[in-house]
């Protein structure tokens, strides 16, 4: 079952973005991310994916808006499911949920991959979801010199 987050839930899903983050092998620090969930969670839904009873997922999401012409748009902090339970029809499911939000709400959505693993899977998947690839990140850290 695939819903809307509720503010009970947020314990729930802090405890799967961190999962996220640590599973990509990201520095995590608990303060820092449940204030990032939180200020997301009032400004857009998240989407929450359970397995008899048990939160297996979670779409996390916040708004955005374009630089040139101030257009909101509605775009993931992360998209993560548990490992054991990740099945085509769970993200499916999931990325279903957000384009309906999107169009509900007459939102662009944008995704963003972090990460340079995996990356082919990963346009696979987004283009499996009607999702065109638009640009590429990069990413410059004055430690790297």
């Given at each position: 079952?695939i819903r809307?987050v509720?503010?009970a839930?947020l314990?729930e899903v802090?405890r799967?973005?961190?999962l996220?983050a640590?599973e990509?092998?990201h520095?995590v620090?608990k303060d820092t991310l449940?204030?990032?969930?939180?200020?997301?969670?009032?400004?857009?839904p998240s989407?929450l994916v359970?397995d008899?009873?048990?939160?297996?997922?979670?779409?996390?999401m916040?708004?955005?808006?374009?630089?040139?012409?101030?257009?909101?748009?509605?775009?993931s902090?992360?998209?993560y499911v548990?490992p054991?339970k990740?099945k085509y029809?769970?993200?499916n499911?999931?990325?279903?949920a957000?384009?309906?939000?999107?169009?509900?709400?007459?939102l662009?959505?944008m995704?963003?991959?972090?990460?340079?693993?995996?990356?082919?899977?990963?346009a696979?998947?987004a283009?499996s979801?009607?999702?065109?690839?638009?640009?590429?990140?990069?990413?410059?850290?004055?430690?790297?010199?």
């Amino acid at each position: 079952m695939i819903r809307i987050v509720g503010e009970a839930d947020l314990p729930e899903v802090v405890r799967l973005v961190t999962l996220g983050a640590e599973e990509r092998g990201h520095k995590v620090s608990k303060d820092t991310l449940t204030d990032s969930v939180k200020r997301a969670y009032y400004m857009a839904p998240s989407f929450l994916v359970e397995d008899d009873g048990k939160a297996v997922g979670v779409a996390c999401m916040t708004l955005g808006c374009m630089p040139w012409s101030q257009e909101p748009y509605l775009t993931s902090i992360m998209v993560y499911v548990l490992p054991e339970k990740r099945k085509y029809d769970i993200i499916n499911g999931l990325y279903k949920a957000i384009k309906r939000y999107a169009k509900l709400h007459g939102l662009l959505y944008m995704d963003t991959f972090i990460g340079t693993d995996r990356i082919d899977g990963r346009a696979r998947l987004a283009r499996s979801q009607g999702l065109k690839q638009t640009g590429i990140s990069i990413m410059y850290e004055a430690k790297d010199e």
